[in-house]
């Protein structure tokens, strides 16, 4: 499944010819581009290349690339794929109905890549219906693309246009063993999401969303948020969704409007029962070893034993967090995969993930590692 | 937070969103779709789905995970309704694991990873079925809490049943208006595509947005895509009118039956009326009009415009009165027919009747007329009336009215004429022609006229006829002229008028004769009659002695026969009478003109030309000189009354001629000498002077021929007359007349012989000298 995957700079644009010259060869199906947001990226100026490919190339624009231990702001990273795929583009993720069922048939059984504008609205909406509606017994595995600034833009991209507020779907006939963790605690709760719209809390316990958050924190931790901080301090202190079997889907709140709602990466859903987390570099950076463990367990399972590549797609949050410590956390991934595997993928807004096992949800803060042939 | 928090909070959740998904909608697929999928992220299942019960049948409702809505699989899943029904039916939740035999009766496997179901059965009604595909889920609790909220779930089950139950009937309802609405637009659409009149919708500045097939045919487009070519500004014949409609639609904001001159396509002007109004059409401002062409309407306005000036003309200035009469009222009068009543027009249109111009006793005709034609008894009428004037005069008009309607309802018009001076000479004529001008009686075409309609008329029976002659009437006409024998006429007339009853007819049916009939009288009464007129007239007589003028003695011979029907008819009765009248008039007639010429003799006597001796100086003169000649007896009488006689035609001589001192001149003369002629006619006239009418005639006439009338000379001139013209000489010159002396014999003498041969008969003068002796002196 997993071609060869290769880094250019970026820098230049001269050099993207020979990038994409040296991930196609004979038996690629596609290439998957990983572009650093601060890669000096034309889309008008490279498409040309990507024509010329023959193949399909897609791929979006992300916070920043892993390419084995180390991790870049400015970068491409490029995976060409060696097993037949299909490539659903969704313009328009509100509308979207159904996923296509002639590409991937009933009898499908392989991965199913999702890239999607991060700052997009209707995630949840769009994966529940892609979830509800994907024929065959298929992995999924993904991420946000989108810039750390949070201002949206065209971050979507294939050989014919580059958009935003939609999504890739690429069915790649290939088995992609995923692990998923995220290693927050629960700090303080329950509250109750009582107002809600979209990806916006508007009122949290019956009380104006920021404030009431503001109290807890002040409280429960120690911390001042006012405004001016909030994505700094509030990195720290994300949103679970408490689930049946003791896990939390994390929600991160990354802004606070005028109105004094918080905004977060990903739906909430009307009265949904939330704790507020909490978290620790040892936390986080075990649960990217879980993720990395399980990925190649769920691999292994599956009869796989010649791993060509790890997919790491890493919340940009948890970069944050960490910090310097993020050096800890890709080495956690490393030390968990075989130490040849090739190692790469991209820091994400929200993250795309599910084993077929459970419940497709958009995922945030979360560590998903995905370990395929 | 420790793991027994976290484990009851984890549980409170999950009853807490399932709880608020309950009931959120009324949309039964919704809400449970809402439930299912809270269920199915909160438990981390693999996929999850909700079954219905419907009647005896179980029914996938919803679901939610892993490829519940992929059509494959839901068909998969139907097949386990049978065995899910069974759980159902039992009421109490079941799971089953991978490890038990009939594990997979009750889920259709998708990845193989499925390792765990769990159906929960809500009051034999709802049934949730999971899927779990993970060992490692902490189910403990969910049963239990799926159990709790049951009831809650069945009662917004039902609830959205219910409300599904009125949507379907809200939803058939509003298929039904929609079908309804669809057909009535349909219909609309029909109907406006059909329709003659053009419909369009436009922008306020003239642009068109749509327009059916008859407005653009109206205008020559061939469609819609031609129609926007052009704009409405373009389309107008004259800009003012764009300009107005514009100016009136953005102001009151429609316009109504307007009617404008547009041009089509190909340049062809028409008319049109338009009535449009302003209207929001997705919250612009539209124009939706109809267009209707009115060409041929315009066409004939004109032309009924035209013919109205034409018409109007006419009557204006028609002599003959015109009318238009409507509820009784006046509603137009032309200037001739109030200048016939003398009335201003603006007194009479509107204020004033028929009946307030009709004399009273005429109006009930007219009422009547009126009637009849109002009630479409008769279209036209043509009669006469009296009419009243303004200033109270009496007119007679004559009518020729029509029915017609007038404003939708019926209406009265035609023409008067003043045919006041027509009547009277009608009238005047009808007089005439049925009466003697003369006497004022009945004329002869008017009594046979009487004759033919009481010939059959057997009411009118017995029926006496009274005939009447008037007795010398001839001879008055021939002594006192005409005028004297229309007097004598005119006498008649009304001694008859006064014999005669009120009904009698009375007529004057030849020159001197008269008639009469008598309805319904006997021969008794008829009888009556005649002595009445005998008498009248001899009354007459008496009141009108012949004095001091030559008024002629009344004499009328009276025929009388009574008709009894059927015994006798009424022509032989007029012959009757007509021959017992000339019986009498023979009998009468000779004493009639002896008493005439009495009459005459003594007027001439009273005009002091001749005097009674004189005339018996002359008979008794000529007598003695006619004795001499030898005449026999019958000529000497002749004589003797021709000397009496001789002069009587001088009473047609009037007196300034006759007694005229002086020489006559010529034309007097003429008038002197025609005395001769009409003492002739007097004579003729009257059997006892018939004998010497002939003398009378020639008792002027010289032995020489230079006499008159004839010119006779010699012994042509009869010897009477050579007699008297010797004796009435002598006499002449010997007697005084008022202007000379009287001469002595022997002058006279010798006059005679002066004149023998030339004036007179010499041997007569010869033989009448020495008679002279014993001539009365």
Request: aromatic residues 8%.
């Amino acid at each position: 499944m997993f071609g060869k995957v290769a880094l250019f700079d970026g820098k230049e644009e001269a050099g993207w010819g020979p990038f994409l010259e040296s991930l196609r060869r004979e038996g690629i199906h596609g290439i998957f581009l990983m572009v650093g947001e601060a890669t000096p990226f034309s889309f008008d100026h490279i498409r040309p290349l990507f024509a010329e490919a023959g193949i399909p190339v897609f791929g979006g624009i992300f916070p920043g690339v892993i390419f084995g231990e180390s991790w870049h702001k400015q970068g491409v990273v490029g995976c060409a794929i060696d097993c037949p795929i299909s490539l659903q583009i969704v313009k328009d993720l509100g509308k979207f109905q159904a996923a296509p069922g002639k590409a991937s048939g009933a009898g499908f059984a392989g991965s199913v890549l999702v890239i999607v504008d991060g700052l997009a609205l209707n995630i949840s909406p769009f994966l529940e219906a892609l979830f509800e509606t994907y024929p065959g017994r298929a992995n999924f595995i993904g991420g946000g693309a989108g810039s750390v600034s949070l201002i949206q833009k065209p971050v979507l991209f294939t050989s014919e246009e580059c958009f935003s507020n939609g999504a890739l779907v690429v069915g790649i006939e290939g088995f992609v063993g995923v692990g998923v963790s995220h290693g927050w605690e629960a700090m303080y709760g329950p509250l109750v999401a009582n107002r809600t719209a979209g990806n916006v809390i508007i009122d949290l316990n019956w009380q104006p969303a920021f404030r009431y958050y503001k109290q807890i924190i002040e409280r429960e931790a120690g911390e001042v948020v006012e405004p001016g901080n909030f994505f700094d301090m509030a990195k720290g202190y994300p949103l679970g969704m408490v689930r049946m079997d003791g896990s939390m889907v994390v929600r991160d709140p990354i802004k606070v409007d005028g109105d004094g709602n918080l905004l977060l990466v990903g739906e909430v859903p009307e009265n949904s029962v939330l704790m507020v987390l909490k978290g620790n570099p040892g936390s986080l950076i075990h649960a990217a070893g879980q993720a990395a463990r399980e990925a190649v367990a769920v691999f292994e399972r599956r009869g796989g034993n010649t791993a060509a590549g790890a997919l790491v797609i890493d919340c940009i949050s948890r970069v944050l967090y960490l910090g310097d410590l993020m050096a800890e956390e890709i080495g956690a991934i490393r030390n968990n995969i075989a130490p040849t595997l090739p190692l790469f993928g991209f820091f994400s807004l929200g993250e795309v993930a599910s084993p077929g096992d459970r419940y497709l949800e958009f995922l945030n803060k979360t560590t998903v590692v995905g370990v395929g042939r | 937070m420790d793991s027994q928090a976290l484990h009851l909070i984890r549980n409170l959740s999950l009853s807490y969103e399932i709880a608020l998904a309950i009931g959120n909608s009324l949309d039964l697929q919704e809400m449970l779709d809402q439930v299912i999928r809270t269920i199915v992220r909160k438990t981390g299942a693999h996929h999850g789905s909700v079954w219905l019960r419907c009647g005896d049948r179980l029914e996938l409702i919803a679901g939610a995970g892993f490829r519940v809505k992929e059509s494959n699989m839901r068909q998969a899943r139907t097949r386990l309704a049978r065995k899910l029904g069974e759980i159902l039916d039992r009421g109490r939740p079941l799971a089953k694991t991978g490890e038990q035999e009939d594990f997979e009766e009750y889920w259709v496997p998708l990845t193989g990873k499925e390792t765990k179901i769990m159906l929960i059965p809500i009051d034999k009604l709802v049934l949730i079925h999971l899927v779990f595909s993970r060992r490692d889920l902490a189910d403990e609790g969910l049963v239990g809490i799926l159990a709790g909220i049951a009831p809650k779930l069945k009662n917004a089950v039902l609830s959205c049943l219910y409300h599904d139950k009125e949507l379907e009937q809200q939803i058939e309802e509003t298929r039904w208006f929609e079908d309804a609405f669809q057909r009535s637009e349909a219909e609309y659409r029909n109907l406006v595509s059909n329709l003659n009149v053009g419909i369009y919708r436009s922008t306020v500045a003239g642009d068109f947005l749509d327009a059916n097939p008859a407005f653009l045919k109206m205008f020559g487009f061939a469609d819609l895509n031609d129609l926007a070519t052009l704009r409405w500004p373009s389309l107008y014949a004259n800009p003012e009118e764009r300009q107005c409609f514009v100016q009136a639609i953005t102001t009151m904001g429609y316009v109504k039956n307007l009617d404008m001159m547009f041009i089509r396509k190909g340049g062809e002007t028409f008319w049109a009326q338009v009535t449009a109004v302003l209207s929001s059409f997705k919250g612009e401002k539209h124009v939706m009009g109809i267009v209707e062409d009115v060409t041929e309407r315009k066409r004939l306005e004109i032309q009924l415009r035209e013919s109205e000036a034409r018409y109007r003309l006419l009557a204006e200035s028609a002599l003959a009165g015109v009318y238009l009469i409507q509820d009784g009222l006046f509603r137009y009068v032309n200037p001739a027919l109030a200048a016939i009543f003398g009335y201003r027009r603006d007194e009479i249109e509107g204020k004033l009747g028929p009946l307030d111009l009709t004399v009273p006793e005429d109006r009930p005709t007219v009422v009547e007329n009126i009637r009849r034609r109002v009630e479409g008894e008769i279209e036209a009428i043509h009669y006469t009336f009296r009419g009243l004037r303004k200033d109270g005069t009496v007119i007679t008009c004559e009518v020729l009215g029509k029915r017609a309607d007038y404003n939708e309802r019926p209406a009265l018009f035609g023409t008067l004429i003043d045919v006041t001076e027509r009547k009277q000479v009608e009238d005047r004529m009808r007089y005439l022609g049925t009466h003697d001008v003369l006497t004022g009686l009945y004329n002869r075409a008017y009594f046979e006229e009487v004759i033919e309609r009481m010939r059959d008329d057997f009411t009118q029976y017995p029926v006496t006829v009274v005939m009447c002659d008037v007795n010398g009437l001839k001879m008055v006409n021939d002594t006192l002229g005409h005028a004297g024998g229309d007097e004598l006429l005119r006498a008649a007339a009304g001694v008859l008028r006064r014999c005669f009853r009120d009904d009698d007819i009375i007529a004057r049916i030849g020159g001197d004769e008269f008639a009469s009939i008598l309805p319904q009288t006997g021969e008794q009464q008829g009888e009556g009659i005649a002595w009445r007129i005998a008498e009248t007239v001899e009354a007459y007589n008496r009141q009108n002695p012949a004095r001091n003028n030559p008024a002629p003695v009344l004499s009328i011979s009276v025929g009388v026969a009574t008709a009894e029907w059927p015994h006798r008819l009424l022509d032989e009765a007029l012959k009757i009478a007509d021959r017992a009248m000339y019986t009498n008039k023979a009998a009468q007639e000779m004493g009639v003109s002896g008493r005439f010429i009495r009459s005459l003799l003594a007027v001439l006597a009273e005009r002091d030309l001749e005097t009674e001796e004189h005339t018996l100086r002359l008979k008794k003169t000529a007598v003695l000189l006619g004795q001499a000649c030898g005449l026999k007896e019958a000529e000497i009488s002749a004589l003797a009354t021709l000397a009496l006689v001789h002069d009587i035609g001088k009473v047609g001589v009037p007196d300034h001629i006759l007694l005229k001192p002086s020489a006559l001149t010529p034309k007097e003369r003429v008038i002197m000498e025609g005395h001769a002629e009409i003492g002739y006619r007097i004579a003729m006239a009257a059997p006892e002077l018939c004998p010497v009418a002939e003398y009378i005639l020639h008792h002027h006439e010289w032995w020489d021929g230079k006499g008159y009338p004839s010119g006779l000379k010699g012994e042509e001139i009869p010897i009477a007359c050579r007699v008297l013209a010797i004796v009435d000489a002598y006499d002449a010159m010997t007697n005084a007349r008022p202007y000379r002396q009287p001469m002595s014999k022997s002058e006279a003498v010798a006059e005679l012989r002066r004149c023998a041969g030339r004036q007179f008969d010499p041997e007569l003068v010869e033989k009448f000298i020495p008679l002279i002796d014993r001539a009365p002196g």
